[in-house]
């Protein structure tokens, strides 16, 4: 089998990318190049689709809409005598640095994640509604996309290598190696002894320090429509909360009282990184006042913090772990 890599082009803009495909004839190859990118562009999506399945999905599809395959020269290159990866398809793009970093690490992470949950420190990688290491799973792709954007994946004449921002025990930093279709978990040192040289840098979210304090100065707007009508949202507050009659006041008492907690310590403000901003995680005792049932959401806008959302705490867990394991004594995974 051999493989070969198609030129695909955009049909109104001046765009193009290669598709890797694997076949036995040039004919069978512009055959699967066809197949292959009519499915990036209608993905079939399934209630069993993980995370990081569905995330490439959307990521392909949206990558892929307006191209065809090229009419002029569809095959650009042709390896003899290879066989396919076992559990991932490469793309490789010619048009910017960041298509180029796509051509790796293309996987499911959920088959790695016991392998890097044992090489880093210990750490509980799961919880109810993440189960399986789903916690480290969800980690490690938006890690990916975050250290995409900041243009730090390494990309070697034969592997690429990213920092995950995780440490062993002795507090080395982790990288992710790839080297054909192998993937593995490498400290610097072991770095060096297969002559790697590069020590990328961890995604970085502290751009504005500021951000990650809350300031309880500032009034907190709330989205009440949202928190409380919302079929999502309902179904995360408490039934004998959701049931009662005073359940404005019940939610106001719970805020004017967590602003109070915060004001005296700080940490009970937990920072998560959303779409592209620093959000904070706020304990909500609604129930009793001294156990967390819910994690606010809220954003600092000028001087205000808008309250978009309330998570449960496995899911406020989740966020928060993207950008460092919580300190706090209120949300635990």
Known sequence: MNKYQMQVEHRTENKWDWICVFANSDQEAIQNAKIKLYDFQNPTYSQYDDYATKHWKDYYKEKFQGYIISPYTPIFSVERDCEPPKDYDTIISSSTKENQDMAFFKVNWNNYTEELSKKADTENWSNETYPNNGILTNYIVKTYDKLTDEKKIIIGTSYALFNTGLFTKYYEPIYAYQSGSEISFLTAYELGGIGITDRPERANYFENPDLLLFDWHYAIDVHYPHILEDKENQKRIPKEVLESKNIVITLD??????????????????????????????????????????????????????????????????????????ESNWLNP
């Not at 009282?257 to 304990?283: D, F, R």
């Open 253 to 326: 008492g719970a805020i004017n009282k967590m602003k109070k907690k915060v004001s005296a310590n700080y940490k009970l403000a937990i920072p998560q990184y959303y779409e592209g901003k620093i959000q904070l995680l706020l304990p909500l005792c609604l129930a009793d006042d001294n156990i967390p049932d819910l994690a606010l959401v809220v954003t600092k806008t000028n001087n205000v913090y808008r309250g978009h959302t309330c998570l449960t705490l496995d899911m406020a867990y989740n966020n928060a772990r993207l950008i460092a394991k919580p």
